[in-house]
């Protein structure tokens, strides 16, 4: 008789130097070795049973982990200009990374400025799906360059915004929110049947000290300004009372008030417009995407195996792996990764239901060979981890 | 009900970072933690019990590892010059490394010459020992500057060689091996009582292919010979046959042949007289000291960790690591180690019983910074590796 040993490999990118897959691929084929290297040892005949499902944390190149058909569409970028984006659709689902139309990444430091910085690229991206056809829509959010509160975006689908005067502003950048005294939203009717979800990845609320402005908007500065400790305080003020104008704006179009939905003040508000017009449904993206991908509890792998390029406090923040190894806390979970930042950040994905968090190396080496290496490493580390696990589960 | 869990933490040295006894009592320390994290997430009352067991492979420092009383001599080193040399004992036994006394490592290079160098040193120890009252000698042979067949050490002792005229010879160095033909052991009557027993690392013959001289030479000779081609082979030539010759004459005057005994090619021969005079037993180092330290299959711990500065095929040679971990192949057993060498030499360890070889690496550092941090990296990785064993055996 023979016993399966099903091992579930999801890695998290490398990033520089294996893609989610490649290093996917290593460890199965390291759980591989091991699994017959026992069963060679011990006469005892098991056999692998590999899922090998890569994974990402719904920051940047979440849509090229998810997808498996991709469109590219040049639209405006943050600051308007061209941009080629790519999203791409799994299933009957369409999957729109923002950060690839509005995204901090696309622009250079001294050209940020999240009063001008929009979404409307994003938006256009969400029209293009819908015209294809795509009912369901997830958006992946978070690496933004905006605090915008999704106005942009909201524009580009044809809501239109009036000042006081009930003149039509331009709907670019924070700047916009504090001008707006009526929405338009019945450009939307068309809209009715499409389904929204959006995966972000931290729980902040829109207003106030755990909001936007506050907590992420600093970083979307350029540096002079950023580095200006008065200058940053009148502009994180600024940011936090136009959003706040908007909101107070939106709940009276809508009936809807959104400032305290967790997650609402990820990625410069983008959410807002989603959640009070469309009903769309704000989760945590590692947990989004795992669902996404069939990474479910209906699974109960035997082992599970995640890698992470450095585990560190952010790890902890529901980083795709840290969220897969909390899912799979009654399997044998191994973290593979590059460096352990700390004895403290060990244990605490311990406590998260890591069994074993352990370093890729195989000796004193450079950063740059152990990433040349990685493949290979990860394969071993593999190996061994899943070794040892079934020397000390079986034998 | 709390369950005990028997950790035996068996470490041996991490050159230039750690002693045997440091990185024991790391390791011990990072079991301890992970033993009580365990406990305290899965409420489950594991206790820790900890033998800490340092070891050492039989070569240099084994006496500093083994002994808990210790002795310096002023003897003769390998080329006659004084050399102040350490000796030790545990309990009733006394421990004489030879290395201390004739070993390779107190010549520069240029010195070496296996016709000249002498083991007289390591038998002056050897009469100390005795003169102060031990019964039971212990010696620890290898990494010797010598292929003197022990002449040396037993004309130290009191024996006397005679040449084909009957003429006492100068027992020092190869050379004097060829030219003795009657050799006077009567002043050992005085040792009739004393046991000795010899731990040698290589189980060589004594003569040809795979003999003292053959395998072993070349390494004792000085660069410029040994880097000749024909100067060496002709100085193996001459070192076998006068290990031959002497060979035979001990085998005349004790009626033991012992060119066949396995380890008797060890350290330039220097055990054939004691194996022929005294019935020395000549054992494995490695075997040996973990049955001196008391490492035997009683004390049954269920996690045994031990380390090794770099593991790769000369581990696999049954250094004190590789011996303890087979000897305790039904435990669970942790190689904790700076550097794998190769895939290869990580599944032979797994062969010989290792239930995990890790690195104690926590991230791609330098060697320096590797061997800098050894004792916390090292309590680190005992960390890991016990708590990932409570995972996967008890949860």
Chains 1, 2 share one sequence.
């Not at 609402?264 to 989603?274: D, E």
Request: some cysteine; hydrophobic content about 40%; overall charge negative.
């Amino acid at each position: 008789m023979s016993k399966s040993i099903r091992v579930l490999a999801s890695a998290n990118a490398m990033k520089g130097s294996l893609s989610a897959k490649e290093a996917s691929n290593m460890m199965a084929s390291g759980a591989q070795k091991a699994i017959s290297k026992f069963s060679e040892q011990f006469g005892q005949k098991f056999n692998g049973e590999f899922l090998i499902k890569p994974i990402a944390d719904g920051g940047d190149d979440t849509v090229d982990v998810i997808a498996d058909s991709f469109y590219i569409n040049t639209i405006k970028g943050p600051l308007l200009d061209p941009v080629e984006a790519r999203w791409g659709s799994l299933g009957d689902t369409a999957v729109i990374e923002m950060a690839k139309a509005s995204g901090i990444a696309l622009l250079p430091e001294d050209k940020l400025d999240p009063f001008t910085t929009t979404t409307f690229g994003t938006g256009q991206l969400i029209l293009a799906a819908i015209e294809k056809g795509f009912k369901k829509i997830l958006l992946t959010i978070g690496g933004s360059a905006t605090v915008d509160g999704g106005i942009g975006a909201l524009a580009a689908m044809g809501a239109q915004f009036y000042d006081k005067e009930d003149k039509i502003i331009e709907p670019y950048g924070n700047s916009a929110l504090g001008k707006v005294a009526r929405i338009d939203f019945s450009a939307f009717e068309k809209f009715k049947d499409v389904q929204f979800s959006i995966a972000c990845d931290v729980d902040n609320i829109l207003l106030g000290d755990k909001g936007s402005a506050a907590i992420f908007g600093p970083q979307k500065l350029r540096p002079s300004i950023r580095n200006d400790r008065e200058a940053k305080m009148k502009a994180v003020s600024q940011m936090n009372a136009n959003l706040e104008n908007f909101a107070n704006i939106i709940q009276k179009t809508t009936n809807k008030d959104i400032r305290m939905v967790k997650g609402i003040g990820a990625a410069g508000g983008l959410s807002i417009g989603f959640v009070a017009v469309f009903d769309a449904l704000l989760r945590p993206g590692s947990e989004f995407i795992l669902d996404m991908l069939g990474i479910t509890d209906e699974l109960h792998p035997d082992i599970v195996i995640t890698s992470e390029g450095k585990c560190d406090v952010s790890t902890l923040n529901n980083k795709a792996p840290y969220a897969l190894i909390r899912r799979f806390s009654n399997s044998y979970s191994i973290v593979l990764t590059g460096a352990i930042e700390s004895e403290e950040v060990e244990q605490k994905l311990n406590d998260a239901g890591a069994s074993i968090v352990m370093t890729i190396e195989d000796g004193a080496i450079s950063l740059s060979d152990s990433m040349k290496r990685c493949g290979e490493l990860m394969e071993r580390a593999s190996y061994r981890a899943v070794y040892s696990y079934l020397r000390a589960h079986f034998k």
